[in-house]
């Protein structure tokens, strides 16, 4: 089994959105048996809520569940349990190496699988954009699942 972990601020908007299409592609893909997924915050101040109401209404438009998803913070043990750790930002990157300093995941940033000129999943807590938010963690989300599938043999 594959573990990967997507790592946001609040664990309300872009890493449940990644959680959610991530394991809508894998899915799709006949890997559900073989890809575990979760996502996570590095702050607390949401755990237990669901998705904010616009990366659920993304999700609805495009007809992909986030069932059973509630917000949840990291934990020095994610670092030892994940295989890949995918950060939507550079702050992430910086406050998860705080909680597991050493870890045997491969950790990078969701945009670092595309082209784009952007490196940092915008957060749509602050700029309201949903749609340019799901628009890049889609392409990524397909992209990091090729990789995933390259590096582990999968298929
Ligand atoms: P996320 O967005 O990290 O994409 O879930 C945020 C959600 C909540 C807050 C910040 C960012 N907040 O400050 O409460």
Redesign the pocket.
């Known amino acids: 089994m594959t573990k990967v972990l997507f790592v946001?601020?609040?664990?309300?908007?872009?890493?449940?959105?990644a959680e959610a299409v991530f394991r809508h592609q894998v899915k799709e893909a006949g890997l559900a048996d073989k890809i575990e997924i979760d996502s996570a915050?590095?702050?607390d101040?949401?755990v237990g809520e669901r998705?904010?109401k616009g990366?659920l209404a993304k999700m609805a438009e495009y007809g992909i569940s986030t069932e059973g998803m509630h917000?949840r913070q990291i934990t020095a043990e994610d670092g030892q349990t994940y295989d890949y750790i995918v950060a939507?930002d550079d702050s992430?990157m910086r406050n998860m190496m705080q909680v597991f300093p050493q870890t045997s995941a491969t950790v990078l940033r969701l945009l670092d699988v595309i082209d784009d000129a952007l490196t940092e999943?915008p957060?749509?807590?602050?700029t309201g954009d949903f749609a340019q938010?799901y628009d890049l963690v889609e392409r990524a989300s397909k992209a990091l699942l090729k990789k995933i599938i390259r590096e582990q043999g999968l298929l």
């Open positions: 946001c601020l609040g664990n309300i908007c872009r890493s449940p959105m915050g590095t702050g101040w949401h998705p904010h990366t917000a939507m992430n999943v957060d749509p807590y602050y938010t």
